[in-house]
């Protein structure tokens, strides 16, 4: 199974942008938190189904793993898939001016 493209899930989006430092799953989880300032927490339970299927898809790879610690890594095909998910939210936010335009006309 290949990632084919097409909208992310908010998991899939956070762990891609976390992943591109290497880290485990703790590791990830803490990390997501910060980098959406707290408004994603994701539990395990989640984390760990999105880093199989995205393992899976060739989005990331198992680093290493030391039996308890598994460290995982963006692949090529992952970061590109990350910024092509970025420019489409970009491009959203861009269409969405004319929300602002509202406003500024009320």
Do not use: C, F, W
């Amino acid at each position: 199974m290949k990632y084919t493209g097409g909208p992310m899930t908010e998991a899939m989006y956070y762990v891609l942008l976390t992943l591109m430092n290497p880290s485990h799953g703790y590791g990830l989880m803490n990390a997501i938190a910060e980098v959406s300032n707290g408004r994603v927490n994701m539990g395990p339970g989640t984390l760990y189904g999105v880093l199989a299927r995205m393992q899976k898809e060739g989005l990331i790879v198992l680093m290493e793993s030391d039996g308890r610690r598994k460290t995982y890594e963006i692949t090529s095909g992952g970061e590109q898939a990350l910024r092509h998910e970025y420019s489409r939210l970009q491009a959203l936010i861009k269409d969405g001016k004319v929300l602002k335009e509202g406003e500024m006309n009320e």
